[in-house]
């Protein structure tokens, strides 16, 4: 019987070629990857395993732990594409690791949170709403990996999400447990269900639906001169954040929905200007040929 090596030294059986030696195989098969690719899809797969963490926390009663879980998976989220594109280690890989992870943290950790929480009381309908939800975060994923590849898409659009970014939809839609967990103390009574059914409902139809959000996305560079007061901000909010987190994400909330009436007045400014200029330059080619008509 021929041993491996041997059977790996035949042609190739389709191409007639011999094969390359086998240790020079193993050392393209082995190849090192730099740091700067690692780095970043390491940060992801911590994300990750928040997420599922938060599912366990969850399915244990340890709500306040599971809803820490997630936010701190939405913030990994927003660093691991700065780190890697801070590194030059974007990759397709790393894209799509990422749009998977994204799915698990902020589709069905927070699904799964809200239904081990208040939705069961409801039964069938809260087991629907928890599923729809995680059924918009997907669409949503689907979308914005299918625009990122849209040439013809205007420069503008880089100031827009199209539908609720699937963190922020995470983070919005666990608003009742932050009620229930803050000073408010909302009770977690059956009369409380059926409103947190309709609003996890709510938070689903701004993600799969078109309604633009801001991104902020160009945010990260600091003017000189405001460099100490958003230092000093910073460390406040972080300690306010700390001392109180369910209240400040209550007031983040509110403020971020409370911007999409703003961010649509915006988003609809862009395009009329883009129509105006479409406009015009379809009336300079008109009046040329009048011009050369007479």
């Known amino acids: 019987m021929d041993s491996g090596d041997d059977q790996d030294a035949r042609p190739d059986m389709l191409t007639g070629r011999e094969p390359p030696p086998?240790?020079?195989?193993?050392?393209r098969r082995f190849r090192r990857i730099p740091m700067r690719f690692v780095l970043p899809n390491l940060v992801t797969l911590i994300a990750l395993c928040l997420g599922l963490s938060s599912i366990r926390f969850a399915a244990e009663g340890r709500f306040e732990t599971a809803t820490l879980a997630i936010l701190v998976a939405a913030v990994l989220d927003g660093?691991?594409?700065?780190i890697a594109r801070a590194l030059e280690g974007t990759s397709r890989f790393g894209a799509e690791l990422d749009s998977l992870a994204d799915f698990v943290d902020f589709g069905v950790a927070p699904a799964l949170l809200l239904y081990f929480w208040s939705l069961h009381n409801m039964t069938s309908i809260g087991w629907v709403a928890a599923m729809i939800f995680a059924i918009a975060c997907a669409l949503r994923l689907a979308r914005f990996n299918v625009m990122i590849d849209d040439p013809n898409k205007p420069v503008w659009m880089s100031n827009f999400f199209v539908g609720m970014p699937a963190p922020a939809g995470a983070i919005v839609v666990l608003l009742p447990m932050y009620l229930h967990l803050s000073f408010v103390e909302m009770p977690n009574s059956p009369a409380h269900v059926p409103?947190?059914?309709a609003y996890v409902l709510l938070v689903a139809m701004l993600m799969a639906s078109r309604i633009p959000h801001f991104s902020g996305k160009k945010i990260g560079r600091v003017p000189?001169?405001?460099f100490?007061?958003?230092l000093f901000g910073t460390a406040v909010f972080l300690l306010i954040l700390w001392q109180f987190p369910m209240e400040v994400l209550i007031a983040l909330v509110v403020i971020y929905l409370g911007?999409?009436?703003?961010?649509?007045?915006?988003?609809?400014?862009?395009?009329?200007?883009?129509?105006?200029?479409?406009e015009a330059a379809a009336l300079v080619p008109a009046a040329g040929e009048t011009t050369t008509g007479s």
Do not use: C, H, K, N
């Open 195 to 197: 409103y947190a059914t």
């Open 224 to 226: 000189r001169e405001w």
């Open 79 to 82: 660093l691991d594409g700065r």
């Open 259 to 278: 911007m999409l009436p703003l961010s649509m007045r915006r988003y609809a400014a862009y395009v009329r200007a883009d129509q105006t200029a479409a």
């Open 22 to 27: 086998v240790r020079a195989r193993r050392l």
């Open 228 to 230: 100490i007061p958003v």
